[in-house]
């Protein structure tokens, strides 16, 4: 869900720009200076798992969809810092692992 945001931080205008149509759930999220959401998702199942990240623009069009190696289940990613910032970092659960995945996008911080 995406909503507008004034200058003084009141949100409003909500709308949906992705929903999942196979039963993922939405685990970690990570924004670039460019407004992209990296979504990592994963339906929570050890036996027959499925998962994904997914990137998304700010108007909700599917930029990219890349699986972890071995169908690992996604449950987090972040970008580095300062001059690491152009690698996002993923992990997942079933098996425990973390990988860093190199982008030409630069993360987004706020603080």
Known sequence: VAYDMSAEGNISNGKVIYLSGEEMV???MAVDTEGNVY??????NPKAPKSN???IDPTGKILAEMPLPGNALSTNVGFGRGADANSLYANSALPWRLWRIKTNRKGLYFE
């Open 53 to 55: 990240i997914v990137v």
């Open 26 to 28: 939405t685990d970690g």
């Open 39 to 44: 979504v990592s998702m994963h339906n929570g």
